[in-house]
């Protein structure tokens, strides 16, 4: 990625032997670094006008500052010139709006100090863009688009086209330097609805009509970002369904059956099959700790047994399978086979751990 620190350290020798596109990917990032600076200029001036003591009206829901730029400079040195002092003026208004107002003096000169600092950088800025423009000019120039960065926004020739910058703040472009050296009709293409009709007056009809191909990098990554974010849904959509697990009708499975084999309304609802094998073991050591007298322990193992061994076999769920089709498919050797022997190891598993429990017991009881 191509970062201001590249533009302010090239040489014009390496630009010499550099393409439009490198050269405008050097240019753009030195555009985004301007903008970074002017905000950070704007920022200390707003910082210096509360030192000085300056109140700003609010009516318009905007700040309006009562003084301008040179006049509240030549206000912030008289104030520092000043002292730090109770007879201070400007100290004396710094206090005044604000009643918890502490140091205003040292306050005044950190931001005096900031207001400088930031014109600096932004001048030290202007030395990069000659180095960049001097070679621009040497070779006479070439084509270039610029991209409004709005989701509706129109692809340019020049960023001093008419139509832009038409509120309080300007207008702000994405470079589009992959086109910088095409010739017109080629932007004009890829640009597509996107085209200035201001820029691009000769542009074919049946060519603005065309959806877009050009996109700005905002635009691209959040387009990356909406693929990420599908591509882990799916992700997840593939896992639950993987896990998930149901009766082969898609009906809900639940733990509990009656005397018939029939689920009962009671029975909880086992969604994954991670807690249908829980369930299985879970009733096993029931029957093992307890006993089974009336068999319900062993009607729920069968019950949850089938269930696992038809999700674990991959067949699919089909909501207008019956349940004598159903009954023909367990009966199938492999189907039964896995039926018997998870609930051969269920029992396995809960005879160990009831005997490892009654033992624990015996030994806890002397």
Request: hydrophobic share 35%.
């Amino acid at each position: 990625m191509i970062t201001y620190r590249d533009a302010e350290t090239v040489t014009p020798d390496a630009l010499r032997r550099m393409t439009p596109p490198e050269i405008d990917d050097l240019f753009a990032a030195t555009y985004q670094e301007r903008f970074r600076r002017e905000e950070a200029l704007a920022r200390a001036w707003q910082r210096l006008y509360g030192a000085a003591g300056v109140r700003a009206d609010y009516r318009t829901g905007r700040p309006v500052w009562p003084m301008n730029h040179r006049d509240l400079e030549q206000r912030a040195l008289d104030g520092l010139r000043g002292g730090d002092t109770d007879t201070n003026p400007v100290g004396q208004d710094a206090k005044k709006h604000s009643a918890s107002y502490t140091g205003w003096y040292t306050s005044l000169a950190d931001a005096y100090r900031a207001l400088v600092a930031a014109r600096a950088a932004l001048a030290a800025l202007e030395v990069t863009e000659l180095t960049l423009n001097t070679e621009f000019w040497r070779r006479g120039g070439w084509t270039r688009a610029y991209l409004v960065q709005t989701h509706d926004g129109h692809v340019h020739r020049t960023m001093d086209c008419p139509t832009c910058h038409k509120g309080e703040e300007r207008t702000r472009f994405a470079w589009m330097t992959a086109y910088s050296g095409k010739t017109e009709e080629e932007i004009v293409k890829a640009a597509a609805s996107r085209a200035c009709t201001v820029c691009y007056p000769s542009a074919p009809v049946d060519t603005l009509k065309r959806p877009t191909t050009m996109f700005g990098p905002d635009e691209l990554a959040r387009a990356k970002a909406a693929e990420e974010k599908a591509r882990r849904k799916a992700e997840r959509d593939a896992k639950a369904k993987a896990a998930a697990i149901t009766l082969p009708d898609g009906t809900p499975l639940r733990d509990e059956v009656d005397r018939d084999g029939r689920q009962t309304r009671a029975g909880n609802i086992v969604k994954t099959l991670r807690t249908a094998k829980t369930e299985l073991n879970r009733e096993a050591w029931y029957a093992e700790a307890w006993g089974d007298e009336h068999g319900r322990h062993a009607r729920n193992m069968l019950h949850l047994a089938r269930a696992i061994a038809w999700k674990e076999a991959g067949l699919p769920v089909r909501p207008e399978i019956d349940e004598k089709a159903v009954e023909v498919m367990y009966a199938e050797t492999k189907l039964a086979e896995a039926v018997q022997e998870l609930l051969a190891k269920a029992r396995a598993k809960a005879v160990k751990e009831v005997a490892a429990a009654r033992r624990k017991e015996a030994r806890q009881g002397r």
